[in-house]
Protein backbone atom coordinates (compact mmCIF):
# COMPACT_ATOMS: atom_id res chain seq x y z
CA UNK A 1 0.00 0.00 0.00
CA UNK A 2 1.55 3.76 -0.59
CA UNK A 3 -0.39 6.85 0.07
CA UNK A 4 0.43 9.16 -3.06
CA UNK A 5 -0.78 12.98 -3.22
CA UNK A 6 -0.15 14.98 -6.53
CA UNK A 7 -0.36 18.09 -7.52
CA UNK A 8 -2.73 19.70 -10.72
CA UNK A 9 -1.67 18.10 -13.82
CA UNK A 10 0.52 15.28 -12.14
CA UNK A 11 0.19 11.87 -11.63
CA UNK A 12 1.89 8.09 -12.70
CA UNK A 13 3.03 8.08 -16.29
CA UNK A 14 2.18 5.19 -18.39
CA UNK A 15 3.52 1.92 -16.64
CA UNK A 16 2.39 -1.51 -16.35
CA UNK A 17 2.71 -4.35 -13.34
CA UNK A 18 2.67 -8.04 -13.20
CA UNK A 19 -0.20 -7.28 -10.08
CA UNK A 20 -3.64 -6.19 -10.42
CA UNK A 21 -4.00 -2.57 -7.94
CA UNK A 22 -6.81 -1.01 -6.10
CA UNK A 23 -6.77 2.62 -6.04
CA UNK A 24 -8.53 4.57 -4.12
CA UNK A 25 -9.65 8.13 -4.35
CA UNK A 26 -8.95 9.68 -0.74
CA UNK A 27 -9.22 13.50 -1.98
CA UNK A 28 -10.04 15.07 -5.83
CA UNK A 29 -10.22 13.34 -9.20
CA UNK A 30 -8.22 11.37 -11.71
CA UNK A 31 -8.43 10.42 -14.82
CA UNK A 32 -7.62 6.71 -15.29
CA UNK A 33 -6.21 5.63 -19.09
CA UNK A 34 -8.25 3.05 -18.51
CA UNK A 35 -11.13 3.62 -16.10
CA UNK A 36 -12.20 7.13 -17.26
CA UNK A 37 -12.65 9.57 -14.40
CA UNK A 38 -12.81 8.32 -10.31
CA UNK A 39 -13.38 10.97 -8.02
CA UNK A 40 -12.97 11.20 -4.33
CA UNK A 41 -14.33 7.81 -2.49
CA UNK A 42 -14.01 6.09 -5.71
CA UNK A 43 -12.13 2.80 -6.14
CA UNK A 44 -10.74 1.81 -9.57
CA UNK A 45 -9.53 -1.17 -10.29
CA UNK A 46 -6.68 -2.42 -13.06
CA UNK A 47 -5.54 -5.48 -13.97
CA UNK A 48 -2.10 -6.85 -13.93
CA UNK A 49 -0.01 -6.43 -17.79
CA UNK A 50 -1.88 -3.53 -19.33
CA UNK A 51 -0.28 -0.25 -19.15
CA UNK A 52 -2.47 2.12 -17.78
CA UNK A 53 -1.79 6.17 -16.71
CA UNK A 54 -3.14 8.20 -13.83
CA UNK A 55 -3.14 11.72 -14.24
CA UNK A 56 -5.24 14.50 -11.63
CA UNK A 57 -7.73 16.57 -12.82
CA UNK A 58 -6.81 19.24 -9.93
CA UNK A 59 -4.53 18.27 -7.02
CA UNK A 60 -5.88 14.68 -5.33
CA UNK A 61 -4.60 11.79 -2.90
CA UNK A 62 -5.02 7.95 -3.81
CA UNK A 63 -3.73 4.97 -1.87
CA UNK A 64 -2.72 2.67 -3.92
CA UNK A 65 -2.67 -0.99 -3.42
CA UNK A 66 -1.13 -4.10 -5.05
CA UNK A 67 -2.41 -7.19 -4.65
CA UNK A 68 0.16 -10.03 -5.20
CA UNK A 69 -0.78 -12.89 -7.26
CA UNK A 70 0.77 -16.42 -6.18
CA UNK A 71 3.20 -17.35 -8.54
CA UNK A 72 4.22 -13.79 -9.89
CA UNK A 73 7.97 -12.42 -9.12
CA UNK A 74 7.79 -9.02 -6.98
Known amino acids: MTLF ?3 AD ?10 D ?5 RKGALTGEITGVCTGG ?9 PHALIGAGRFKML ?5 NPGTPT
Open 10 to 19: EGLSEQSTPH
Open 42 to 50: AHCAYRRRP
Open 21 to 25: AIVQI
Open 64 to 68: LTLLK
Open 5 to 7: AFD
